[in-house]
Every structure is written in C-alpha cells, then in structure tokens.
C-alpha cells in the first residue's frame, strides 16, 4: 500500500517537476556532426547561442567520428527508424545522399514549408552550386566549405631563390631547384590526390570530368578525366616522381606532416589546413592559387570546393523542421558567418559575410585565408566547375587512387591508368544507379 | 538392456542448453543468414529501393579479375602471418620458459600487444615505418634503402604482415607458454639422461607434445588473417598501393562500408564464409591427423 502511494506521489513530482522547467518544453533537435578540435568548439559555440536565443527549440550537437563514420551512422539510425535531423555529410557523400529520395527533406523545401524567409541568392553561388539541382534548388545547407590551395614555405623558396609559381611549368622548375636545394626527398608534393590532381585539375581548366555536368544533371552521368590534360599531367608526375622532385603523399592528407615539418616547401591540399599550418610551421608560409597550365585557353576557370554540408533528414513531424528552419536561418546571418569563418578557417558562406570580413581588413594580415574564395569566384562557373556529384565518390577516389599509384610506381603508363580508372568507375557509376531512387 | 539416464526428465536437457542454443542463433546464425538473403538482393545504402537479383552480385564478382587477385593474396597474406606469428611467438615462448629472474615481467610484457585494437596497431607501425614520419623508415634510408610502402606494392604487403603477425604473437604465446608449462618436466629428464641436446629435445620432445596446441593456434590464426585484418589495412595502406593489400575481408569492409554497396558486400562475405568453413574442415581432416593428444 505504502510503496503504491509512494510511486504515485513519486509520478506526480516528476511529471510537475518537468512540467514547470522549460527544458521540458523545447522540441529537441539533433545535430550529428563530424568537426573535432577547435571546429568542434565552434559547433557547441553555435548550438549553445542558439539555445539561448529562443527558448522553443535545443539544438543538441553530438560528434559521430569522421566524416565517413558520421555518415555510415546516420546512414545505419535511418535505417533503424532513428536518423538524427541534422546531418553534417562531406561532399563526397552529396550524391549517396541526394539519390535517397525520402530519406531527405531538401533545404529549399524545408525552408518554404515552414515558411522561413530564405534567399538562396545571398549565398556565394561557388558554394550553393555544389549542393543545388540544375535548377538552382539548394538541396543541403552548405555549413563547412574549403578548396584546394597552394602552401609555400617562403623561407625555404627564399633560400634557394625560387619565384612563388604560378603555372605548373613554373612549379615543375621550382621544385627541381628546391630539390636540387637541399629538397632530395621532396621537392613539391600534394594530398587527396584525385582531388587535386583529377577533380581539381579538370575544374581549373574548365575541362570535364564526367558527363551530364559531372554528374550534376542526372546519374546517367560517364567519366572523361582520360583526355589530354589529365594524361599530361599524370605523366609530368610521373616523370617527376622517379628522382622524387615530387613525392607521392599518399591518398588522403597523413602525408600534411611533411609540409609543416618543412620536408617539401611546395605542397598542395585543402585551405582548412591552415590551422595545422599556423600552429606548426615553424617558418614564413603563404597559400597561393593552385598552378595552371598556360596552353589551355582560358585557364584559369575556377576551383570546386570540399568540406561539408547540412542535410536534413526526412520523415520528422512538421514542429521539428520549423525549429531546424530557423536554425538555418540563425546559421546564415552574416555576424555568425564571419564569426565561422574567423573561428574556424572554412569559407563564410554568404555573400555578406565575405564582403564583413574584407571590410574588416581580414585578409590584410592573412591574406592566404582569401585565396580559396578567390580562387572559388575567379569566374562564373561553368558546367565543368559548378561541382561533382557522383555516386559512391568515397569508393570511386580509392579506385582512381589505385591507378594513379600504378602511374606512379610504373607499372602503367599514365593513359593506361586513367583509361583504366574511367573503366573502372563506370561500372561503379552504373551499379549506383542501379541502386538510386527512381 | 538398461539405459543410462542421468536426466529424468526429457525437457530439462533442453533446457539447459536452450539458452547457449538462442545465443548462438540469435547472433550467429541469423545474421549470417541474413548476410545470405541480403547477397540476392540490390539495395542503395538507406535501404530505400530493393531489388531481388538472384545471383548477380556473385556473378559480377567472378567476373572481376581482381577479385581473383584477392583470393590469391588473402590466402598468401594468411599463410604468411600464421606462419611469422607462429614461429616468432614459439621461440618468444621457448625462451620465457626457462626458469629466469623476472621472467614473470617479460610475460606480461609479451602479452600486452594483444590488448591492442587493430587500427591502434596500424597507427603504431605507421609511426616506425611511414615513409616521412617513420621513425626507423629514417633508418632504413639512411643505409640506402628506399623504403617507400606509399607506392612500392611488395613493401606495402610486407608491412601488412608485420603488423598483423605481431598483433597475434602475444595471444600464440600466451598458449604456447601454457603448453610448454603442460609437459612434465620427467620427460625432459628421461630425454637428457639419454643423451639428447636442447635442439634434439625440442624437435623430438617439446615439438610433438606441443602439436594440439599448434593445430589449434593455426586455425585461430588463418581465422584471424582471413577476418579481423582490415582495420590494420584501413589505418595502414587503404589497400594501397594500387591493390596491392586488398585482401578479401578489406573488400568486404570497403564495397559494404564505404561503398555503401550492401549486396556485393554480403555476396562477398558469404564466399568468404564458405572459404573458412572448407579450409577449417581440411585442417581437421588432414593436418590433425599429425596431431597426438
């Protein structure tokens, strides 16, 4: 009798207990995220000021591992009826996400639905291209944005009197000098090797990579990086390779070490590596445009951008969704981008916000913070710059990988490994769009 | 004729190991049968769209030349690991049985390196053996030789090795210590009184009353090589250069996981599964019959 009384008593104070506290009230939205270090203070920075802002809504940010972890959980709680409603997926995974049609609530969409004011010309169109329909639909909100870039150590470039290059000839003739300079190891190198090699490369010189826009314009999409630009530049790699004028630095960025630990004074991978620069480099350092090759008209187009973006998950009740409209919205006002942008290194993803940021003299002191966005708006984009959107892309880049190292370790010739990687891709591509969502 | 029975009741038997029973078809054999049902079917990652293909992913599979490729190194990758970590983990035990001041240190030290996850292990001879961050790599350059796994297969493959043979050599010789310890001490006596020397005892003592504990470990092991490799080959190589470290269970991971292709991924693992089941069976049937317990 005595416990009976005691567990109603006890039902009672919890139910007022919670009833009265606001927490109680708020509808709780999940954030799953994949930023750590100081990117990861800068997301509970934002979750946090959001919380505070409006009492409706709690924005819970909960780190998930690497960008691929964060998206096979995301991708493992949907499929167990508990996906999380942010997502924060690299843009690799864009296409994987935006072929699950249901699984995804587009932003355009979200954003009329809860009838939140959004204009998706205020964003910088080198950005909102990558995660938009042809027809200008912005399908994921773009959170972290970077771009490929060159690092310089200028110390070392000073030593051995070498010019910052500016085409790849003239980068190909400065890492012969450095190398030649006390640089026997390594005289320029790079990571994410299709990235900057292929993908990159193929955009600067407003050559194509796939069909369809690079895939931009449909699944049915076929790869062409095997044409002349490509090939020439893989052998001048590989030329370059047999001395180690130019190192390998394997297929993601764990060979960065070598460029702040002053190994290769040349070195070419993503801007968001200026934090590690910065904390690191013991000597002068600047990033530059990446090089083009001259004889291509034209050239320089303008670069893709890497990082990541929000996706919001399907199948959450309408109540919800407002509350991630407005924290869109909250996302996309231009102190708080400018605030990311500062805090983290990443692009600010509005046009506002890049034009705070220059007025505030930004770029004066860390002009190398500007380069991707220069680089990103050098022209209008043009079908072969706008982005890429290819299924299973995370598989796709080791494949390539896997040719270009033969390239490199010459057991093929360079046509034969991007024939080769285009072969081997299109069999992926037409399993994916086996597989994709009608 | 009287029969022998313990239990009075005919359920309670079955009871009694109802329990191991669900355990093992709960964890075990549905998600193995599942992986089976999953092999016939094409599916995008959300499990949004599926389609029953009968035995397409199979056929797509041996249609693939590497996939061939894989079999060929996977089984050449075990061989040497069981092998590397077998012999390297017996003579470690050999010698930590002899009566030594501290050989309880030296024991405990040996086992250590089994606490380690496999990624963990990766990383770890990534820092002595990365090409510009490796510590003895300096080394090795330094005596002129280019060690470069990055783009070099062989060095790739053998760096694959090490690593994975010396993650296994502290669980072999946790058990060969314990059969070392097993062998009466008499037998050994009897031995030496004849006139045999430390090598005869050994190759005509030690090794053939050891042999269950072999046979035993070199199951374990080729199970070992065949399924919990990859994340040593993730952190590592990444299947790198070119494939020249894609075994079959980094296949596997990378079609399924990252690749988020789930019907080749089951196919695969289900061939995989078949390859164990026979060369498991072969090892019981021929190479235990060496076997004197």
């Known amino acids: 009798m005595a416990l009976r009384h005691f567990g109603a008593a006890a039902a009672l104070a919890v139910t007022v207990g919670f009833g009265a506290s606001p927490a109680w009230a708020a509808t709780e939205i999940q954030w799953w995220h994949a930023m750590t270090g100081a990117n990861n203070d800068v997301i509970v920075k934002l979750a946090n000021d959001f919380n505070a802002a409006q009492s409706d809504y709690k924005v819970i940010p909960t780190y998930k591992g690497n960008y691929a972890d964060t998206m096979n959980a995301g991708i493992a709680a949907f499929r167990a009826g508990n996906a999380p409603h942010i997502m924060q997926v690299f843009e690799v995974g864009t296409a994987t996400m935006m072929a699950a049609t249901g699984a995804v609530k587009p932003v355009y969409k979200l954003m009329a639905d809860a009838g939140e004011k959004f204009d998706p010309k205020i964003y910088l169109p080198a950005i909102t291209g990558y995660y938009s329909t042809s027809k200008g639909e912005m399908l994921s909100f773009p959170f972290n944005s970077s771009s490929t870039v060159m690092w310089v150590n200028l110390d070392e470039l000073k030593k051995a009197n070498v010019d910052i290059p500016k085409t790849w000839p003239e980068t190909f003739e400065a890492a012969k000098k450095l190398h030649a300079n006390g640089h026997a190891t390594c005289g320029f190198s790079g990571s994410w090797i299709t990235w900057v090699n292929l993908e990159q490369l193929s955009a600067w010189h407003n050559v194509p990579l796939a069909s369809k826009a690079n895939g931009l314009d449909g699944f049915d999409t076929k790869l062409e990086f095997n044409g002349p630009l490509q090939v020439k530049h893989l052998e001048n790699l590989v030329e370059l390779q047999k001395d180690k004028t130019y190192d390998y630095a394997g297929r993601t960025n764990t060979g960065e070490g070598r460029f702040t630990s002053g190994e290769c004074p040349i070195y070419l991978t993503s801007s968001a590596f200026f934090g590690n620069v910065k904390a690191q480099a013991k000597f002068n350092f600047t990033a530059v445009p990446m090089p083009y090759y001259p004889d291509v008209k034209g050239a320089p187009q303008n670069s893709i951008i890497g990082g990541a973006s929000l996706w919001v998950m399907g199948g959450k009740p309408a109540d919800e969704y407002k509350g991630v409209a407005k924290f869109l919205t909250f996302l996309s006002d231009t102190d708080r981008q400018v605030y990311i942008h500062k805090a983290s290194g990443y692009l600010p993803i509005t046009k506002a916000a890049y034009e705070k940021a220059k007025a505030e003299g930004f770029y004066k002191d860390q002009p190398y913070l500007e380069t991707p966005l220069l680089e990103l708006t050098n022209k209008e984009p043009t079908e072969n710059s706008r982005g890429l959107r290819l299924g299973n892309m995370v598989q796709l880049r080791d494949v390539w990988s896997e040719e270009i190292e033969q390239a490199l370790a010459g057991k093929k010739t360079a046509k034969q490994a991007l024939d080769a990687a285009v072969e081997r891709g299109n069999t992926m591509l037409r399993q994916f769009e086996k597989t994709a969502v009608k | ?293």
């Not at chain 2, 309880?104 to 053996?129: D, E, K, S």
């Open chain 2, 1 to 293: 004729m009287q029969k022998q029975a313990i239990f009075q009741s005919k359920l309670l038997p079955y009871a009694l190991v109802a329990p191991q029973l669900a355990i093992v078809l709960i964890f075990f054999y549905w998600p193995a049968l599942q992986a089976v049902i999953q092999s016939f079917l094409l599916q995008d990652a959300f499990g949004l769209s599926t389609t029953f293909v009968w035995f397409d992913n199979y056929i797509e599979l041996f249609r693939d030349p590497a996939y061939f490729e894989s079999i060929v190194r996977t089984f050449f990758f075990s061989f040497a690991i069981a092998v590397s970590s077998l012999s390297f983990a017996l003579l470690l035990a050999v010698m930590a049985d002899k009566p030594l001041r501290g050989s309880m240190l030296y024991r405990t030290l040996l086992i250590w390196p089994y606490a380690v996850a496999p990624p963990v292990v990766g990383v770890l001879w990534i820092f002595m053996l990365h090409p510009s961050l490796g510590v003895l790599a300096r080394y090795l350059r330094a005596l002129g030789i280019d060690w470069n796994p990055l783009l070099d297969g062989d060095q790739a493959a053998t760096l694959i090795i090490l690593a994975a043979a010396w993650k296994q050599i502290s669980y072999n010789f946790l058990f060969f210590l314990a059969g070392l310890q097993a062998i009466p001490k008499s037998v050994f006596e009897a031995a030496a009184i004849d006139g045999a020397r430390p090598m005869r005892r050994f190759w005509t003592v030690t090794f053939p009353l050891l042999s269950p504990t072999i046979f035993f470990l070199l199951v374990v092991n080729i199970v070992y090589a065949f399924f919990d490799t990859f994340g040593i080959i993730d952190t590592m190589t990444r299947g790198g250069p070119g494939t020249s470290t894609v075994t079959l269970v980094y296949k596997v991971y990378s079609d399924g996981l990252l690749g988020g292709n789930l019907g080749s991924s089951a196919a695969q693992s289900a061939i995989l599964m078949i390859m164990v089941i026979v060369l498991t069976g072969i090892q019981f049937r021929f190479v235990e019959r060496k076997v004197t317990y």
